[in-house]
T-cell receptor, first 116, second 115 residues
Framework: GAVVSQHPSRVICKSGTSVKIECRSL??????MFWYRQFPKQSLMLMATSNEGSKATYEQGVEKDKFLINHASLTLSTLTVTSAHPEDSSFYICSARDRGGGQPQHFGDGTRLSIL | AQSVTQPDIHITVSEGASLELRCNYSYGATPYLFWYVQSPGQGLQLLLKYFSGDTLVQGIKGFEAEFKRSQSSFNLRKPSVHWSDAAEYFCAVAPPSGSARQLTFGSGTQLTVLP
């Protein structure tokens, strides 16, 4: 089945550091990828929709300059948390939808980001 | 706007007992419906989905769900729960058409399985 690889699985870094998270579709082409954030014991909240070759669409309240998204190819989208602070600590999950635009989305295993 | 409600935050069942997790949605038309499972520190795994047709959907790991249009519900069931089923379960909906088709998740139900 369709596989989405997310890397790294866990990051611990100091406040002020920028952190890049990669999301790759391994066996299909993903024109659209989604980035979610999940706080402990809460649901997934959509942060942004990443479209290959164009600017990402951010949800209301999500700072685009804080969370930089790049979707340069049909198999890779990256989320960079710039100048991360402790309040950015969270579980970030990506998902990808294949080129046909169908459902369902395929999810990565998530990245646990901890900012000290 | 679409929304998903999972009224049970936490459910505890004994191993071998039956399980039903509730999900209600609000949407103008019949959306695409999904159930996902998440183990601690992991991503989401799709259990089953409903697009159209037969309202009783079979999924992986012995799960099934029934779409009831009149009740705007898509409840997840399993006749006999195993200890490995302990996890967080999310119901989700997506528009049946349109360019976005993004998922909206419910708040999740934490399942605890007693030995």
């Amino acid at each position: 089945g369709a596989v989405v690889s997310q890397h790294p699985s866990r990051v611990i870094c100091k406040s002020g550091t920028s952190v890049k998270i990669e999301c790759r579709s391994l066996d299909f082409q993903a024109t659209t990828m989604f980035w979610y954030r999940q706080f402990p014991k809460q649901s997934l909240m959509l942060m942004a929709t990443s479209n290959e070759g164009s600017k990402a669409t951010y949800e209301q309240g999500v700072e685009k300059d804080k969370f930089l998204i790049n979707h340069a190819s049909l198999t890779l989208s990256t989320l960079t948390v710039t100048s991360a602070h402790p309040e950015d600590s969270s579980f970030y999950i990506c998902s990808a939808r294949d080129r046909g635009g169908g459902q369902p989305q395929h999810f990565g295993d998530g990245t646990r980001l901890s900012i000290l | 706007a679409q929304s998903v409600t999972q009224p049970d935050i936490h459910i505890t069942v004994s191993e071998g007992a039956s399980l039903e997790l509730r999900c209600n949605y609000s949407y103008g038309a019949t959306p695409y419906l999904f159930w996902y499972v998440q183990s601690p520190g992991q991503g989401l795994q799709l259990l089953l989905k409903y697009f159209s047709g037969d309202t009783l959907v079979q999924g992986i790991k012995g799960f099934e769900a029934e779409f009831k249009r009149s009740q705007s519900s898509f409840n997840l069931r399993k006749p006999s729960v195993h200890w490995s089923d302990a996890a967080e379960y999310f119901c989700a909906v997506a528009p049946p058409s349109g360019s976005a088709r993004q998922l909206t998740f419910g708040s999740g139900t934490q399942l605890t399985v007693l030995p």
